[in-house]
């Protein structure tokens, strides 16, 4: 399966449906040839020798470096049905079945997650500028993900504000505390016989229109920074999937009576990864030192509370900011460190107990080694990494692996992006920090 990016003109992703401008590239005129081939800096289908990341003028194909994750488990969110003085079932204003909630833990849960590296990388991105159209596969066994989805109806570009915006889970990059320019949403999938109670507003828990029937919820966001916006031949990007299915639940009481629950299934993917026109190996330097920096993109869970309080309940949360990568191709060594800030998590009708506060403040430093024969770039590990709350709080992490993987993009290596995986080290914790993160010489 490919990724497929669309990569159009400002001419061409003119949003429609109240969403704002949409492109991944600029509107430059063409510059040259078409046909298939390297792509020249690039790798791939398409492009000729122009630089063709920025404003592509053929089909073309990119391996993406980064990280995913997902997570999978059971809840009973929902309880029995409000009834009236008549024994009728109260309705809310838009007409759908009221409910008691009632709280619970999360039950059943697999957790899986998994950094590729330049070679291996099952993450692809494609794009077609005559079509217009984003197919996206971020097919990876090893991270338990398996999401599909071909974004070809102009109504698949979305973004925040107005009646319709990404769905509950979705960074809004553009915003306070990261105010990152150029981040586009693309969004796409189905619902069936499912609402989002008033109750639990702004939280991942489903409702059923009618209890006799199951109902389903499968919804797919991709989202990128425009080509242009920062770095010319290299963009960060990132995903989620929230998948739900939902069946009513009849439990037999002492004394004959019933009660209802709603019993919730839940498969939630999240990644974050890089990618662009890659540079040739024999025109990466051999000599001299450079200095990166950029963006910095990860998904994160962190539940540090299992062997403490007992809670297992475990939320996804997103980090951006900027990452700082210097290098010294004499010595063909580098260092990386990351300066992000915390968002909020996802709740879902459970404990709502977490130990990273939303604009918490992130900090990783790491190093490592350029291979260009054996890793096909650069390649490390970190060596520490910790959170500041709001109010000042500390909580460094305890590191059981890591990784760091690279690769540099454009001719001569001017810019750089890559994928990174940070997994705590602690007994009876949950916590895994998948990211990517780009950065260009000044």
Same mark, same amino acid.
């Given at each position: 399966?490919?990724?497929?990016?669309?990569?159009?003109?400002?001419?061409?992703?003119?949003?429609?449906?109240?969403?704002?401008?949409?492109?991944?590239?600029?509107?430059?005129?063409?510059?040259?040839?078409?046909?298939?081939?390297?792509?020249?800096?690039?790798?791939?289908? $398409? $492009?000729?020798?122009?630089?063709?990341?920025?404003?592509?003028?053929?089909?073309?194909?990119?391996?993406?470096?980064?990280?995913?994750?997902?997570?999978?488990?059971?809840?009973?969110?929902?309880?029995?049905?409000?009834?009236?003085?008549? $024994?009728?079932?109260?309705?809310?204003?838009?007409?759908?079945?009221?409910?008691?909630?009632?709280?619970?833990?999360?039950?059943?849960?697999?957790?899986?997650?998994?950094?590729?590296?330049?070679?291996?990388?099952?993450?692809?991105?494609?794009?077609?500028?005559?079509?217009?159209?984003?197919?996206?596969?971020?097919?990876?066994?090893?991270? $338990?993900?398996?999401?599909?989805?071909?974004?070809?109806?102009?109504?698949?570009?979305?973004?925040?504000?107005?009646?319709?915006?990404?769905?509950?889970?979705?960074?809004?990059?553009?915003?306070?505390?990261?105010?990152?320019?150029?981040?586009?949403?693309?969004?796409?999938?189905?619902?069936?016989?499912?609402?989002?109670?008033?109750?639990?507003?702004?939280? /991942?828990?489903?409702?059923?229109?009618?209890?006799?029937?199951?109902?389903?919820?499968?919804?797919?966001?991709?989202?990128?920074?425009?080509?242009?916006?920062?770095?010319?031949?290299?963009?960060?990007?990132?995903?989620?999937?929230?998948?739900?299915?939902?069946?009513?639940?009849?439990?037999?009481?002492?004394?004959?009576?019933?009660?209802?629950?709603?019993?919730?299934?839940?498969?939630?993917?999240?990644?974050?990864?890089?990618?662009?026109?890659?540079?040739?190996?024999?025109?990466?330097?051999?000599?001299?030192?450079?200095?990166?920096?950029?963006?910095?993109?990860?998904?994160?869970?962190?539940?540090?509370?299992?062997?403490?309080?007992?809670?297992?309940?475990?939320?996804?949360?997103?980090?951006?900011?900027?990452?700082?990568?210097?290098?010294?191709?004499?010595?063909?060594?580098?260092?990386?460190?990351?300066?992000?800030?915390?968002?909020?998590?996802? /709740?879902?009708?459970?404990?709502?107990?977490?130990?990273?506060?939303?604009?918490?403040?992130?900090?990783?430093?790491?190093?490592?080694?350029?291979?260009?024969?054996?890793?096909?770039?650069? /390649?490390?590990?970190?060596?520490?990494?910790?959170?500041?709350?709001?109010?000042?709080?500390?909580?460094?992490?305890?590191?059981?692996?890591?990784?760091?993987?690279?690769? /540099?993009?454009?001719?001569?290596?001017?810019?750089?992006?890559?994928?990174?995986?940070?997994?705590?080290?602690?007994?009876?914790?949950?916590?895994?920090?998948?990211?990517?993160?780009?950065?260009?010489?000044?």
């Amino acid at each position: 399966m490919r990724l497929l990016i669309l990569l159009a003109t400002t001419t061409m992703l003119a949003a429609c449906g109240g969403a704002g401008p949409q492109t991944a590239g600029s509107s430059a005129p063409p510059t040259g040839s078409g046909g298939t081939g390297s792509g020249g800096t690039g790798s791939g289908t $398409g $492009g000729g020798t122009a630089h063709t990341f920025v404003d592509p003028q053929n089909p073309k194909t990119y391996k993406a470096v980064g990280s995913t994750h997902s997570y999978r488990y059971q809840t009973e969110a929902l309880g029995e049905i409000q009834l009236d003085v008549g $024994g009728n079932a109260v309705l809310d204003a838009n007409g759908n079945t009221v409910r008691n909630i009632q709280t619970t833990r999360q039950d059943g849960q697999l957790y899986q997650g998994d950094g590729t590296t330049v070679r291996n990388s099952s993450l692809t991105i494609a794009y077609n500028p005559r079509d217009a159209i984003f197919d996206v596969s971020f097919n990876n066994a090893l991270a $338990g993900t398996s999401t599909v989805s071909r974004f070809q109806d102009p109504l698949h570009r979305t973004d925040f504000g107005g009646a319709i915006e990404p769905q509950l889970g979705t960074p809004n990059l553009g915003s306070a505390p990261w105010n990152m320019l150029g981040i586009n949403y693309l969004q796409s999938g189905s619902r069936s016989n499912v609402f989002n109670p008033e109750a639990l507003d702004g939280e /991942f828990v489903l409702g059923l229109k009618d209890p006799a029937q199951g109902g389903s919820y499968e919804v797919t966001t991709f989202f990128y920074q425009t080509p242009g916006t920062d770095t010319q031949y290299v963009t960060f990007a990132g995903y989620l999937r929230n998948k739900a299915s939902v069946s009513a639940v009849t439990v037999e009481l002492p004394g004959g009576t019933t009660t209802e629950y709603i019993s919730q299934n839940s498969q939630l993917e999240r990644g974050a990864f890089a990618f662009g026109e890659i540079t040739p190996s024999d025109q990466v330097p051999t000599t001299g030192t450079g200095s990166f920096n950029g963006s910095m993109l990860a998904t994160m869970v962190f539940n540090d509370q299992p062997d403490t309080t007992g809670n297992t309940d475990t939320y996804f949360q997103w980090i951006a900011g900027r990452a700082s990568t210097n290098v010294n191709f004499g010595a063909n060594t580098f260092s990386l460190s990351l300066d992000g800030t915390v968002g909020a998590p996802m /709740f879902d009708g459970t404990s709502r107990q977490h130990s990273v506060l939303e604009n918490a403040q992130f900090r990783a430093n790491g190093a490592g080694d350029i291979n260009l024969v054996t890793a096909g770039g650069f /390649f490390g590990q970190f060596n520490e990494a910790w959170f500041v709350n709001p109010g000042g709080a500390r909580l460094d992490m305890v590191i059981a692996g890591s990784s760091i993987d690279g690769a /540099f993009y454009g001719p001569n290596g001017v810019e750089l992006g890559g994928g990174y995986r940070i997994v705590g080290g602690t007994p009876d914790e949950r916590i895994d920090i998948l990211g990517t993160f780009v950065g260009k010489r000044p």
